[in-house]
């Protein structure tokens, strides 16, 4: 290795400052001896990270939670239930001898479960996850990650992006949502359930054979089953035999998936899943029912079933003045889901001692404080369970001020715009009722941002954004977003005939991601 620091290329060949090789091994008992703490006998390898200013951390017999901090870390689980996350950063995590959950967080991660029945998610971007002894679940989710069952009857979920995912020992299941990469079930019974409920439509290449958008590597006649979550049924597949195996493909799609070493002329139906087509049919019928009732411009839905496979459906269009038709991967406005990740950075920033749940508004935001009634009462708890008594502007306020200015709906709103509705008016009730207000969570966006002196966006991005790999969410003015977004609107007379106007705004109540 040419850098000092022996995560600096993490995730990639560079793995064997631990002494991993190609299967995953590498020096599982000198980093599991509970005495490494206090002993002086560290091997070359150890000394090198121990050095390089990697945070080491230690669990105890016990069950531990342990939190990596935003460098490099190593966290060694070792006895007890143990909860591992790597935060920012390549940090390498390991479980221990029973049921433990890791999350390597943001960067480029080395994860292993070692004993017990684990639960593994590797986060963004490109990660190694290794199940170790006993039944796991691994979660790739986004990047390009390499996913190793090892012993034991296993889920191995690739997530987003070109995954390698290796069920080695067991009757492993894989599942590959988009393809690009390769699974491998090694020894056992393997279940491979590929697709997300519709066909991939990226462009390809046209040469013969096709490119496959899936590869398998050891499917097995007789042993193996083939579980195809596309909207398709047996008799819409066609086959193709090549020198590296059987190609399948549909009217729709060429090159679907490649079964390496197979044969076409020993495939049946027998070898093959495909989802409840009676059941896709309901759902597709619900959707259009809703949209005709309710007379929306478009809806979109998705449904994850039982064993992990995924209906997506589309009625209506994602743009009215288009009429563009509504796509399954179209991005939507998630409303007052936001509220969600607003208070888990609130609660995150109470559990680091930043804030406090009792501390008063005004002694965050005094400037705003003193032009709501009981500001100096109101606490950070109350606002994030709507008893804080704060009136709500989406109540009549907001459609007031639209109603005297019509293209105020065509702005775009601030956090402040919306506040500054309820300025010096009457409280919904006193603190300590219950009454849900929209304005409580574009309070606490405020707090948010006054505690930790940065905007609101940054806090999303690096403390749930990014460790959980939501590639496709975003906290941004409807300009901002990159790759577009199915419009929201306004009927400014509630009546369904008025022409509908674009309804723009970006807060921590009500936001567009």
């Not at 150890?46 to 901090?69: K, M, P, T, V």
């Not at 609660?347 to 930043?354: D, F, H, S, V």
Request: with cysteine; net charge negative.
């Amino acid at each position: 290795m040419t850098s000092t620091n022996p995560f600096s290329t993490f995730g990639r060949d560079s793995l064997n400052w631990t002494g991993l090789n190609s299967h995953g091994d590498f020096l599982i008992e000198p980093l599991m001896n509970q005495n490494l703490s206090q002993s002086d006998d560290f091997s070359h390898s150890q000394r090198e990270i121990a050095n390089s200013g990697i945070e080491i951390q230690f669990g105890s017999s016990g069950d531990d939670i342990l939190y990596g901090l935003d460098g490099d870390d190593l966290i060694l689980g070792l006895a007890g239930n143990d909860n591992l996350a790597g935060n920012q950063g390549n940090d390498a995590l390991l479980g221990g001898q029973e049921n433990d959950w890791l999350n390597g967080g943001a960067d480029n991660d080395w994860l292993l479960g070692n004993q017990g029945a684990d639960q593994i998610v590797g986060g963004a971007q490109d990660d190694y996850l290794f199940g170790g002894q006993g039944q796991d679940t691994l979660n790739g989710q986004s990047g390009n990650d390499c996913l190793w069952g090892e012993v034991g009857n296993d889920q191995l979920n690739g997530g987003t992006g070109q995954d390698i995912l290796n069920g080695d020992d067991g009757e492993d299941v894989l599942i590959d949502p988009d393809g690009g990469g390769s699974l491998t079930g090694g020894s056992g019974h393997d279940e491979f359930r590929i697709g997300n409920g519709r066909l991939p439509d990226t462009p390809k290449i046209t040469i013969f054979p096709p490119v496959p958008d899936f590869n398998i590597t050891d499917f097995t006649i007789g042993e193996d089953i083939l579980t195809l979550n596309f909207g398709i049924t047996f008799d819409d597949l066609m086959f193709l035999d090549t020198d590296q195996g059987t190609i399948i493909s549909t009217p729709e799609r060429e090159g679907l998936v490649l079964l390496e070493g197979v044969s076409s002329q020993d495939l049946t139906e027998a070898s093959f899943q495909f989802e409840d087509a009676e059941l896709t049919a309901d759902f597709q019928a619900a959707l259009d029912q809703v949209l005709a009732e309710r007379n929306f411009p478009g809806l979109s839905a998705s449904v994850i079933m039982s064993d992990g496979t995924v209906w997506a459906g589309t009625q209506g269009v994602s743009d009215l003045e288009n009429q563009t038709p509504l796509k399954p991967d179209d991005r939507f406005v998630i409303g007052s889901v936001t509220k969600l990740f607003t208070a888990t950075v609130v609660m995150q920033l109470a559990e680091e001692g930043t804030l406090n749940l009792d501390d008063p508004m005004n002694q965050w935001i005094p400037g705003i404080a003193e032009r709501i009634p009981n500001g100096d009462q109101i606490t950070v708890r109350q606002l994030v369970s709507h008893t804080s008594g704060v009136r709500d502007y989406d109540d009549s306020d907001l459609g007031k001020a639209i109603e005297t200015n019509p293209e105020r709906a065509q702005e775009e709103w601030t956090p402040e715009d919306f506040i500054e509705l309820i300025y010096d008016k009457e409280p919904a009730n006193s603190p300590g009722q219950f009454d849900y207000s929209n304005t409580n969570y574009t309070l606490l966006g405020e707090i948010i941002e006054a505690a930790t002196d940065s905007d609101l966006e940054a806090q999303f991005q690096t403390r749930i954004f990014d460790p959980l790999g939501l590639e496709n969410t975003f906290y941004a003015l409807p300009e901002d977003i990159p790759g577009g977004y199915v419009k929201s609107y306004y009927d400014e007379d509630g009546d369904g005939n008025a022409p509908p106007r674009r309804y723009s705004q970006s807060s921590s109540s009500l936001s567009l991601l």
